[in-house]
């Protein structure tokens, strides 16, 4: 008994009908007429409620739904969650779908309503962004379903809680993939670059053509043919790329529901893939205060799923970076030159100067690329009209920060390390078209 209680719910036409009788009873007071014709809808509401709650009840399992959720979640993009109902009554149903959806979507009246007509089956489906890393958890599934009077309405609560984990973003990294190894990359702004091989190994010689090193000239082949022929070789991989994470405050920033660390995390996840692809070795380091998770560079098959496991689970925290711990521990583990893609950000230039020493010591042995963001907000209210004085000083104060940063890019470029100064949302392109430079240009 205590269980159909809690399985039954009133319909809204319940209510309102009941709004309506509870009107003629006070009408009657002044129209006696009415006190009759009161007491006969009461009668007649009584009966339909009756029928209708029979014909909800009478069937013990007349909806069956099935939650499909995916292994796991994308961090920042948009994953499908699908729900398949499917109606065991021989009359159609409205049905209020309400899951419980996990606590950090903060939803907490998340539901809608779809209607079946007898014996169908439908699946439906809604989208969830989540904007962490880490353990989503799914309560009930909850279905209610309306008798065809509408009066009374069964609950039914299916499908146990499950738990999805929520990775760095696999579904941006597959989509710079596709994008950085076919012919459209232009159409989404990544740059189609020719590469040159850097290696001794001869490859073949080939008509010089606008943009080939001058100094691969092959003047006894050129003689031979009456034109210009340059001598090609093999393009040198399997080198040693890492993506280096500051895990310190700085990158606690926010910027459109995600940190800087996420931002950080999602393009070296799709740094990493490229790379990998390319066949180069990959490897991932993390830094604050002390150095943190370290996948040494490799390129066995299983690379990319142990950087996507350890970017899931690290994160920042408050203490002030150390980058002379991490110019040692480069100088110890890393002897052969590697490229070293290091996700900071400086906000004034005072801070990049006292790092600046030990950026310049680690560009003697490594390329260095340097990874700042720069806030697009903040551009845009500097170039707004000013209404009164404090917004002239506000704007003032905005376009020296814009100033600084890229003065600190400037600085950083004119002591020989490579800089990317972009706005969040379009970090992944940027590292991947600089990454592709560096490995047409053979600077490693």
């Known amino acids: 008994m205590l269980t159909l209680f809690k399985q039954l719910f009133l319909g809204k036409r319940l209510y309102v009908a009941l709004a309506i009788v509870a009107l003629v009873f006070f009408l009657s007071y002044w129209f006696w007429v009415l006190y009759p014709i009161a007491l006969f809808f009461v009668a007649m509401l009584l009966v339909l409620f009756v029928v209708d709650f029979l014909l909800i009840f009478g069937k013990k399992a007349g909806i069956t739904a099935n939650r499909k959720l995916p292994e796991k979640f994308s961090n920042s993009d948009e994953n499908k969650v699908e729900i398949t109902i499917a109606n065991g009554y021989g009359f159609s149903v409205r049905l209020l779908v309400v899951d419980e959806i996990p606590e950090q979507f903060q939803k907490r009246d998340f539901g809608y309503y779809i209607s079946l007509a007898s014996a169908e089956?439908?699946?439906?489906?809604?989208?969830?962004?989540?904007?962490q890393r880490g353990e989503y958890r799914f309560g009930s599934l909850h279905l209610v379903a309306y008798g065809p009077l509408g009066l009374a309405a069964k609950r039914y609560s299916l499908d146990d809680g499950k738990m999805v984990k929520v990775y760095?973003?696999?579904l941006q990294m597959r989509k710079y993939e596709f994008l950085a190894f076919n012919a459209l990359k232009r159409e989404h702004g990544l740059k189609k670059l020719r590469k040159f091989g850097q290696s001794r190994e001869f490859e073949q010689i080939k008509p010089y053509v606008t943009g080939d090193n001058l100094r691969s000239l092959n003047?006894?082949?050129a003689a031979k043919s009456g034109k210009l022929m340059t001598n090609h070789y093999q393009e040198e991989k399997s080198q040693p790329v890492y993506s280096i994470i500051d895990l310190g405050r700085v990158m606690k920033m926010p910027f459109e529901g995600l940190s800087l660390l996420d931002y950080a995390i999602n393009s070296s996840l799709v740094f990493t893939n490229i790379a990998l692809k390319n066949g180069d070795k990959a490897g991932l380091a993390t830094f604050s205060d002390q150095i943190g998770s370290i996948c040494e560079a490799n390129h066995r098959p299983t690379q990319l799923l142990t950087v996507m496991e350890l970017l899931y689970s690290i994160k920042t925290g408050f203490p002030e970076s150390d980058f002379g711990k991490l110019y040692r521990w480069a100088r110890k583990k890393l002897g052969q030159k590697c490229l070293l893609m290091i996700y900071t950000n400086f906000e004034h230039a005072g801070a990049m100067r006292r790092q600046l020493p030990f950026l310049k010591a680690l560009a003697k042995h490594h390329l260095v690329l340097v990874v700042i963001f720069e806030n697009h907000l903040l551009e845009e209210f500097s170039v707004q009209p000013a209404e009164s004085l404090s917004g002239i000083v506000e704007k003032t104060i905005a376009a020296k920060?814009?100033?600084?940063?890229?003065?600190?890019?400037?600085?950083?470029?004119?002591h020989g390390i490579q800089t990317i100064l972009c706005a969040p949302q379009d970090l992944s392109m940027q590292t991947v078209n600089k990454y592709m430079e560096i490995k047409a240009k053979g600077l490693i």
């Open 121 to 131: 089956t439908r699946t439906s489906s809604y989208v969830l962004t989540p904007k």
């Open 401 to 414: 920060f814009v100033y600084d940063k890229r003065l600190i890019a400037k600085e950083l470029n004119r």
């Open 219 to 221: 003047w006894k082949a």
């Open 168 to 170: 760095p973003s696999f």
